[in-house]
Each structure stands twice: as structure tokens, then as C-alpha cells.
């Protein structure tokens, strides 16, 4: 029984000790093995590895994938015109010497990325402080990534490399400081209701002009109509009363009667008209009282 306990004990030794000496490395990593605080080996192949067991040598991982830094520093930055901006940026960046790396960095991504970050926000300080807002915002804002992307290759692969490759170095946003912004939305707004009122007013005196000219036209078009219309009457009364005289002096006593009939017409309108007259006396009742048309005068 205690045989068959060693050899089951002596099997978890070694299980143990197996375990410690293999281990993997993934495809987005580097494997560095160390030993006595010294780096040994660094494995950049992915697979199944093996190393002395420890305290001998430990193994220790670095991401090898592409990696990316945003701008967190939202501090101001003059221009070449002394306009305080406000720039976020990003960088792509990864590990390609993982000993250079350690020696200059450490282990942690972190602790070089912060470091890097200086380093961007520094190359940005300069060449921003050489260009104005204008050429920021211009074709030659691809200028100047392309200059910051070089000072910091030449800050990191200078005399001490840090064994990383900056692969790329973007701008994504340039905005003034938040009281300049205000003040530049402050003359934007006063500018467009400066337009707007400009507009309005151009349109309020063309309207005028609109409906002056509109009215004078209509004065104008009821002037000649009226003008045509009177002369249209007048043509006509001329042909009626042609027509009249024409008609009247056929039978003069027949005229006289139909004159007659229109002066009680005109007379007698309404209900309420009054007439005080001696209807025996007087001629204008002759048609009444049928005695036909007073006798004219062959003297006048």
C-alpha cells in the first residue's frame, strides 16, 4: 500500500514539474523566457514550448498585435497665429523587438504606451506651433501627420530603440478652446441674422416694388376700361337716341304720349311720393284725361 502511494505521489511530481516546463504561446504574443532575471529566449513562432522548470526560468508574454493610442490630454495648443486648439489624435503602433522593448520599457503595454503618448503629444506641440489654424483645417494637415509620424519614429528608433514601429499617426478633430468656440458661434450667429435682416429687407422692398407696380398696372387697366366702356355708352346712347328721333318723328302725337308715360313712370316711383297738382289745370295729366299731346305751335 505504501509502494502504491509513492509511485502515485512520485507521478504528481512529475505531472507538476511537466507542467511548469511546457507551456504555449499564442499567435498574438510573444513568449520571453527568463532566467536568473535575465531574458534567455524570446519565442516569436506560436506552438508548444519548453523551458527549465522554476525558480531556473519563468516565461513572460508581450502582445505582439497591432496595437492603438488615443489622445486623452485635452489641453490647449497655439498656433503659429497664437489661437489656442484642441486636437485629438490616434496612433498605431506595435511591438517588433520584445528584448529592446523590455530593456527600454518593461513588460507592461501600458507603461509604453503612456510613454509614447508623450512622445506624440510633444511632436504635435511643435509642429502645430508652426502652421495656422487654416492650414490645420487645409490639404496640409496630411503634412503635418506625416512630419509628427517621422519625430517620433526618430524618438523611438534614435540612439536607445524602444523596439516598437509606429505604423501610423492620425488627427481625427481640430476645435478651438470651449470660450473661443463660443465666441466664434457668437459671430456666426450675428453674421447670419446680419444676412437674414439683409435679405428680409431686400425682399421687403421688392415686394413693394411688386405691389406698387401691380397697382399702377391696375389703375391703369381700369382707367382704359373705364375709358372704353364710356365710349361704348356714349356710342350707344348716340344710337339710341337716333333711333328715338328716328322713331318719334314718325308720329309726333305718339312721341308725346310715350314721354307722357315715362314722366308718370319717373314721377310715381314709390309708394310714398306725393304730388300736389291740378290734374284739370294742369298738361301734365293731358294723357289722362285723354286729350292726346298739347297743340304745337306753327309760329315756333
Sequence with gaps: MNRMGFIAALGFV???LLSSMLFVVDQ????IIYGLGQIKEVITEPGLNFKMPPPFQSV???????????S???SAVLTAE??????????????????QYIRNVGLDESTGANRL????RSAFNQEINKRTVRELLSTKRDALMQDVKAEVLEQVKGSNPWGIDVVDVRITRVDYTEAITESVYRRMEAERKRVANE???????????????????????????????????????????SIY???????????????SLEAYKASFNKKSDVMVVDPSSSDFFRAFRGGGAPATNPKK
Design 199 to 241: 435679405l428680409r429687407s431686400t425682399g421687403g422692398a421688392e415686394g413693394e416694388k411688386i405691389r406698387a407696380d401691380a397697382d399702377r398696372q391696375r389703375e391703369v387697366i381700369v382707367a382704359n376700361a373705364y375709358r372704353d366702356a364710356q365710349k361704348i355708352k356714349g356710342e350707344g346712347d348716340a344710337e339710341a337716341a
Design 14 to 16: 512529475v505531472l507538476a
Design 117 to 120: 503618448a508623450g512622445v506624440v
Design 72 to 74: 486623452t490630454d485635452q
Design 245 to 259: 328721333a328716328e322713331a318719334f318723328g314718325r308720329d309726333a302725337q305718339f312721341a308725346q304720349f310715350y314721354r
Design 60 to 70: 513572460a508574454y508581450i502582445d505582439k498585435r497591432l496595437l492603438t493610442l488615443d
Design 82 to 99: 497664437k489661437q489656442p486648439v484642441v486636437i485629438d489624435w490616434y496612433v498605431r503602433w506595435r511591438i517588433t523587438d520584445p528584448t
Design 28 to 31: 498574438r504574443q510573444f513568449g
